[in-house]
């Protein structure tokens, strides 16, 4: 079975920092490009970051360029987003997903990250 | 960036009838569109891919359409599970990908 698990959410002030981890298991995790995805409270979903296979290539929205960095340890089949520099417009719901390359075919359930003072 | 903007933002439909929702790219995808549903307080599900090709174990009541700038996502019968929001999103050109806004289908 497929799994993908978000941990490392939580209430932070602005201004700090969290980073944000995704165990994957029953997958082959070094053979996917992986993405984050957010969603504030009500609203719809945003892309944040991807990263391919093998880590060389790595994108970012506009929104979190030069705060946010996308890792990936495929030995451990784990994705890792940390976040500086938070603000009030980053508290979301963040998910970890697999492109499997027609789609993301694969979601974590989620972590909630809460920016406020 | 490619905007995807879908229509309309509510769709009220009484279970059993047909759902049809549009999705607009502001150029060109091809057929790199991928639909997906969410329900209230879950990830997003995979429903559609290639803009026609149903993901695996989704019904064939949901049914893909289109190719350029216009697509359909169709749901022949609604079933009371089918009620939820949906989000098309484009792969064509990235970074970065992008979603609509998403159509929330509800009871009428």
């Known amino acids: 079975e497929v799994q993908l698990v978000e941990s490392g959410g939580g209430l932070v002030k602005p201004g700090g920092s969290l980073r944000l981890s995704c165990a994957a298991s029953?997958?082959?995790?070094?053979?996917?490009?992986m993405k984050w995805v957010r969603q504030a409270p009500g609203k719809g979903l945003e892309w944040v970051s991807a990263?391919?296979?093998?880590?060389?290539?790595?994108h970012y929205a506009d929104s979190v360029k030069g705060r946010f960095t996308i890792s990936r340890d495929n030995a451990n089949n784990s994705l890792s987003l940390q976040m500086n520099s938070l603000r009030a417009e980053d508290t979301a719901v963040y998910y970890c997903?697999?492109?499997?390359?027609?789609?993301?075919?694969?979601w974590g359930q989620g972590t909630l990250v809460t920016v406020s003072s | 960036e490619i905007v995807m903007t879908q229509s309309p933002a509510t769709l009220s439909v009484s279970p059993g009838e047909r759902a049809t929702l549009s999705c607009r790219a502001s150029?060109?995808?091809?057929?790199?569109l991928a639909w997906y549903q969410q329900k209230p307080g879950q990830a997003p599900r995979l429903l559609i891919y290639g803009a026609s090709t149903r993901a695996t174990g989704i019904p064939a009541r949901f049914s893909g359409s289109g190719s350029g700038t216009e697509f359909t996502l169709t749901i022949s019968s609604l079933q009371s599970e089918d009620f939820a929001i949906y989000y098309c999103?484009?792969?064509?050109?990235?970074?970065?990908?992008?979603f609509g806004q998403g159509t929330k289908v509800e009871i009428k």
């Open positions: 029953g997958i082959t995790f070094s053979n996917y490009f």
């Open positions: 997903a697999r492109d499997g390359g027609s789609g993301w075919d694969y």
């Open positions: 150029q060109s995808v091809s057929s790199n």
């Open positions: 990263i391919s296979s093998s880590g060389n290539y790595i």
């Open positions: 999103q484009q792969y064509h050109n990235w970074p970065p990908w992008t």
